[in-house]
């Protein structure tokens, strides 16, 4: 099921810039198609998980393998895959230190330095935002057609 | 330059010991008419005693062995007594050589190489020409010396050393606290190439090859915050670590809220995405820069690709006319993607390492270029 997005395995050629967000519409919305065709319509949930992680997926292949979250996510998700478990993903941020929630929100901060995480979580950030804004666009077109 | 000129003028009689100890002579008497100005240069010709005190106790060694030419040197330097007073960088640069004398042992060896004395404690190594002040704690100095100079150091450069081999600690003398805004670059570039990165430090700060290290961490960590704080809407006007780590941490936290609560509301909607969608879509996102790009070649063509998804839908066809530019890139990835998504379903366990680009999708090889162009046109 984490095949969605396989293929267009090139690395982001423009690391610099950011990633890039017709690529990202492109891949989500494949992926979006996909699993609305295979999943059974009764199962919403489990159809809603699957775009969630459709998105997740959409989202560090176009950010690439040059970021340490992108690869962490990949990973996670590949491991998935294969073992089926399903773990929380959000962990609460009761840390008292902020650095320890900051590491537990963002994929893969667990095993970075302080100036790593920082740097990953702007790039985090600029990743979700984007794809928040491409899910609600999508959203807004198809709902304002619908009958 | 002009230490060596006044030296050369000073000393008429070089013959039985080095120049620079006539020169540390006249230097320090120089020195002590600034401590005292009733300081008579005369008397120390004869009471060259005093002057020997402040001498590395070789120079005075050898002073004692040769006691006549204290008169000259004395003399001399009533001559050039009054020079150091015009110009002050004449006195610095002489300061910075009195201190090279002051470090190492080996005036000799000092005198060839550039004005900066070794920074261990131990002697310096011959071959690597010693760098400027600072000289490290030297306990067996005479206190004399210390004092002097303290003194004649008005301003001097402080320079700190990020070197991998064991530095010295240097004492906290009441020099760590006089930076210098003299810009005397010329001094540490002459020599040699040496091991160490040579940091100006500020005015103030230690110059602690650690310190160092983690002054240059923390700035690179606040640079990484004020990114940080531009992406986060509303946190440029906090101040505080803590509380700006808050709002990030929040603005994290909606942000995955978000996706996952737009995900439960696309299984329930499914969408018929024609391009028009997608067009309105980016458009939405990256208005000004379809526009901008303003090719409009091969209507035919996704005027016939538009009529076909459009035909598909059923639904109310809108093609405006700025966003007319993706139909014509578009077409390709929409035709590929239909063959992949046939292909994804046949091969639903196809993993993807990441690192390495796939092989055996001949259309996969098309879209990368495409997706380029795309790029380009963004």
């Known amino acids: ?147 | 330059m002009e230490p060596r000129g006044s030296s050369g003028v000073g000393s008429g009689n070089s013959g039985t010991y080095t120049p620079e100890i006539a020169e540390s002579l006249r230097f320090e008497e120089e020195i002590q008419s600034l401590i005292d100005p009733s300081f008579d240069a005369s008397s120390a010709a004869g009471g060259s005693f005093t002057a020997l005190l402040g001498l590395p106790a070789n120079q005075a060694v050898e002073l004692l062995h040769h006691p006549g030419p204290g008169e000259p040197p004395a003399s001399a330097a009533t001559d050039t007594l009054r020079l150091p007073f015009g110009c002050s960088s004449t006195f610095v640069e002489r300061a910075a050589r009195f201190s090279v004398f002051a470090t190492d042992d080996s005036p000799a060896s000092s005198s060839g190489g550039g004005l900066s004395p070794g920074l261990k404690a131990e002697p310096p190594d011959s071959d690597s020409p010693p760098t400027l002040p600072a000289p490290a704690g030297k306990p067996r100095r005479p206190s004399k010396r210390k004092e002097c100079e303290k003194s004649k150091v008005s301003r001097r450069p402080r320079w700190g050393f990020l070197s991998r081999k064991a530095v010295a600690k240097k004492s906290k003398s009441a020099e760590e606290n006089t930076s210098a805004a003299k810009p005397a670059a010329e001094e540490n570039t002459s020599g040699d190439k040496l091991p160490y990165v040579h940091v100006r430090a500020r005015r103030g700060q230690a110059t602690d090859s650690h310190s160092l290290a983690e002054r240059a961490r923390r700035e690179k960590i606040n640079a990484r915050m004020k990114l940080l704080q531009e992406l986060v809407p509303g946190c440029s006007k906090i101040t505080g670590t803590a509380l700006v780590l808050d709002e990030i941490i929040n603005h994290v936290q909606s942000l995955q809220r978000q996706v996952e609560f737009l995900s439960m509301k696309l299984a329930a909607v499914n969408p018929r995405i024609d391009f028009s969608g997608l067009d309105h879509i980016l458009s939405a996102e990256c208005g000004p820069l379809a526009v901008a790009s303003g090719c409009g070649g091969g209507a035919s063509d996704p005027a016939m690709w538009a009529s076909d998804t459009a035909a598909s839908t059923g639904g109310i066809r809108r093609m405006p006319a700025p966003p007319q530019i993706w139909h014509l890139d578009v077409v390709h990835p929409q035709q590929s993607s239909t063959v992949w998504e046939n292909n994804g379903v046949a091969h639903p366990h196809f993993l993807l390492s990441p690192a390495t680009s796939l092989v055996g999708y001949d259309p996969a090889s098309s879209v990368p270029l495409n997706s380029n162009r795309l790029k380009t046109e963004l």
């Open chain 1, 1 to 147: 099921m984490d095949s969605k997005n396989s293929a267009c395995g090139n690395p982001n050629p423009n690391p610099t810039l950011g990633p890039s967000k017709l690529m990202l519409a492109f891949r989500f919305l494949r992926a979006l198609s996909l699993v609305h065709r295979t999943t059974p319509a009764s199962s919403r949930t489990c159809r809603g998980r699957r775009i969630e992680r459709a998105a997740y997926a959409s989202m560090a292949y176009s950010a690439g393998t040059g970021r340490g979250w992108s690869r962490a996510v990949l990973r996670r998700l590949h491991h998935r895959a294969r073992r089926r478990a399903v773990a929380p993903r959000r962990l609460s941020t009761t840390a008292g230190n902020r650095a320890e929630a900051l590491r537990q929100l963002v994929p893969g901060g667990a095993g970075m330095d302080y100036c790593t995480l920082l740097e990953e979580t702007a790039d985090y950030i600029k990743c979700l935002t984007m794809q928040v804004e491409l899910m609600q666009g999508i959203v807004d077109s198809s709902s304002s057609y619908g009958p």
